[in-house]
């Protein structure tokens, strides 16, 4: 059964036994604390990280560029080892296993193609992609109309809009003032408009052959960052419950007991019988955790996981 955030600070608070660290400032170091274990930390005694956590596996969608731009962002909960990632037909696409590799495969990274896109890498949270691929949604159209900054709509009166979906980037062409790249913020389940986040659309009436294109939407599995505990009621995200109390407790003693023993001289007693617990704890996580690595399909000779 998982601990609540409020027994996790009571247990804190009663071992570290120093006023100086209010009950919030607890709690934020408890959430950091999940944070950093989930991102990975080194294994004591060896060069490794520690492993992700199978229950934060999570499936999202990448919204590529139509236009010259070659790379999107993931998604905003993306934490980290990016494991597969899918076409719109479903193809899987190979993952680049360095960015720099990828590079010397494209180094203008301005391929463009109506077919597949062949090959993807990570650099920080930016999903790079070549070729770039762009599909029409609408192709030359007299029909479509634009509300300026403040509405921030793109009107069809031909109903040719449902194609799209929130998240998608678009460009604009044809058009007398709204030649522009944006991203779709909300469709209109009939086709006739969507709205924009971006503030750059200026009033227009319909009349000019205008054209829209969005990218590829990529289907990718990933490890996502962990939630917050919130409430005292709250319960650690993606931790095994088994190891929830050392894991957590002890990292965050660890830390505190690191500032209240700052500038003593030699060993930092309390710092270093926590971090040993805190370590012991580790190694169990990942004595026990089993993740799946690699591609779902392709062969090992093709594969090259990130």
């Known amino acids: 059964m998982s601990i609540t955030l409020e027994k996790l600070i009571a247990k804190i608070e009663k071992a570290i036994q120093d006023g100086g660290f209010s009950t919030d400032e607890i709690g934020d170091e408890v959430n950091l604390a999940q944070k950093r274990i989930a991102h990975g930390i080194k294994i004591p005694d060896s060069s490794l990280i520690t492993s992700p956590l199978p229950d934060l596996f999570t499936i999202g969608k990448v919204y590529c560029y139509p236009d010259t731009t070659a790379y999107a962002s993931m998604p905003s909960n993306y934490d980290r080892q990016l494991q597969f990632i899918a076409d719109e037909a479903g193809l899987e696409i190979s993952i680049e296993h360095t960015f ?3 590079a010397r495969r494209y180094p203008l990274l301005d391929q463009t193609t109506t077919g597949k896109i062949q090959r993807v890498a990570l650099k920080g949270t930016n999903l790079y992609y070549q070729p770039i691929k762009a ?3 609408i192709a030359a159209q007299t029909t479509i109309s634009f509300t ?4 921030k709509k793109i009107s069809d ?7 799209l979906e929130a998240g998608d980037k678009i460009t604009v062409s044809g058009s007398t003032d709204n030649n522009v790249t944006v991203t779709v913020a909300t469709v209109q389940s009939d086709g006739s408009y969507a709205t924009v986040t971006e503030d750059t659309l200026t009033t227009e009436a319909a009349g000019d052959e205008v054209t829209i294109k969005r990218g590829e939407r990529l289907t990718v599995h990933y490890y996502r960052i962990t939630t917050d505990m919130s409430e005292g009621s709250s319960v650690p995200d993606g931790i095994p419950d088994v190891l929830q109390e050392e894991l957590l407790k002890n990292y965050v003693l660890k830390e505190l007991y690191d500032l209240v023993e700052d500038g003593i001289e030699g060993k930092k007693a309390n710092t270093d019988r926590y971090e040993t617990k805190f370590n012991k704890a580790l190694i169990e996580m990942e004595r026990t955790t089993d993740v799946d690595g690699g591609s779902l399909f392709l062969s090992d ?3 090259t996981p990130y």
């Open 100 to 102: 720099r590799n990828f």
């Open 135 to 137: 599909i029409t949604v």
């Open 148 to 151: 300026n900054s403040t509405t």
């Open 157 to 163: 009166s031909g109903n040719g809009l449902a194609d």
């Open 301 to 303: 000779e093709d594969e």
